[in-house]
């Protein structure tokens, strides 16, 4: 049952993260004082997520994974286990590139420690054009995931998401 907490917790953490970052901060001009608000947010997300992944992967190596959802193929069943490890590849990286993003413009000082600044500009560095990248690269992912849960549950019909739920798991 932890995995599963950790992993709807964290479901949610992302989505809440992709939303700040790709429509909200995205969509305030830099000269808006309540952009920095808006970076507290998404950046104390992004550290969470961060904290979240390294413990559920200690979970994960401790107690054991549950089996992967078996789809009748073997091709399948080797690109679902490739996309989960893919997730947590992609989470990390888009955790590491957004601790680059803030400490290499001086982001994190203006955010977390008040430093009287301006909010500097971010295009054109490495690691936040990496962080775009894995933004968008993990939104395709949890859309394919999505797609294929729904798959089990209305094609295979084999109770996927009750193994993922938190109430009487079957």
Known sequence: PLLVVLHWLMALMILGALVAGKVLLESVPDTDPGKVSGYVNHMTLGLAIGVLLLLRLGVRLA??????????????????????????????????????????????????????????????????????????????????????AAWHEAVRKDRLLARMSLGRRG
């Open 63 to 148: 107690t054991g994974a549950p089996p992967h959802a078996a789809t009748g193929s073997a091709a399948l069943d080797r690109l679902g286990v490739a996309v989960h490890w893919l997730f947590y590849l992609v989470v990390a990286a888009m955790v590491v590139s957004g601790i680059a993003t803030a400490r290499g413009s001086g982001l994190a000082g203006i955010v977390f420690f008040g430093a009287e600044a301006p909010l500097p500009e971010l295009d054109g560095l490495a690691a936040r054009s990496a962080h775009g990248l894995l933004s968008t690269l993990l939104i395709l992912l949890i859309l394919l995931h999505v797609a294929a």
